[in-house]
């Protein structure tokens, strides 16, 4: 009891302080058996470098039947993005997409497009929360009322490059680049926006960077980030 009441007391000192400098979100959905995401891997790797932006890579499995089972995928990242596909009334999932900020989406081929829309990312107006680790949890602060809670999620990624060799299906031969694969992607709880905070797992591995977003919830706005 005592540690909750000393966890409350910091979120709400955290309430009303700016979060600055967050970087907009850029989400890849990709395939090692997607013969068109070569590319899009390829612009992942680029705006890795550029100040301001976090991409990420999701690997997804609904593309294993070309011939290719994609060694990063898992079931969760398909679900991610098929949320994103169900509020924008997308008739099918497709790959490569990219999604900025959860706030619009554009082909992972379509580059001018993308960098377009991450501008527009840049000058959106911002009021998170504050979010903070505070021993083994999360503690995110007041902030916007949500009138369906915003989902808070884990997300842990290897920031190192790797480079994939295909042996079969639509990229085989190729060696296929990669950066910011994700590979655990948890839902913490809900967030209301009042002070509140969480339990979080244990890493799987090492090397892997923990970033936390506040999502409106099926796939909508990125509210907040903390990127350790």
Same mark, same amino acid.
């Given at each position: 009891m005592r540690l909750g009441l000393v966890l409350v007391g910091l979120c709400l000192a955290m309430a009303g302080r700016a979060f600055a400098g967050s970087p907009v979100v850029v989400e890849l959905y990709t395939s090692q058996g997607c013969g068109s995401c070569a590319d899009a891997n390829r612009?992942? *790797? +680029?705006? &890795?470098?550029?100040?301001?932006?976090?991409?990420?890579?999701?690997?997804?499995?609904? %593309? =294993?039947? %070309?011939?290719? /089972? *994609?060694?990063? &995928? @898992?079931?969760?990242?398909?679900?991610? #993005?098929r949320s994103y596909a169900e509020r924008w009334e997308a008739p099918a999932l497709i790959a490569p997409q990219v999604v900025i900020d959860g706030r $619009? #989406? $554009? /082909?992972?081929?379509?580059?001018?497009?993308? +960098? $377009?829309?991450?501008?527009?990312?840049?000058? $959106?107006?911002? =009021?998170?929360?504050e979010i903070r680790f505070i021993g083994d949890r999360l503690?995110?602060?007041?902030? /916007?009322?949500? &009138?369906?809670? &915003? *989902?808070?999620?884990?997300?842990?990624? =290897?920031?190192?490059?790797? =480079?994939?060799?295909? @042996? @079969?299906?639509?990229?085989?031969?190729?060696t296929l680049i990669y950066r910011n694969v994700v590979r655990e992607l948890v839902r913490l709880g809900g967030w209301k926006g009042k002070p509140v905070s969480f339990a979080v797992p244990e890493p799987t591995a090492k090397g892997l960077v923990t970033l936390i977003l506040v999502q409106q919830p099926k796939g909508g706005e990125v509210l907040a980030l903390l990127n350790e």
């Open positions: 612009l992942v *790797d +680029d705006l &890795a470098d550029r100040e301001g932006l976090l991409p990420l890579t999701f690997s997804v499995d609904y %593309l =294993d039947y %070309l011939g290719w /089972r *994609d060694t990063f &995928a @898992r079931p969760e990242f398909s679900k991610r #993005q $619009a #989406q $554009a /082909r992972g081929t379509e580059t001018e497009a993308v +960098d $377009a829309l991450i501008r527009e990312a840049q000058r $959106a107006q911002r =009021d998170p929360p503690a995110v602060g007041s902030g /916007r009322h949500t &009138a369906t809670p &915003a *989902d808070v999620w884990l997300i842990r990624y =290897d920031p190192r490059g790797q =480079d994939v060799a295909v @042996r @079969r299906g639509e990229n085989q031969g190729r």
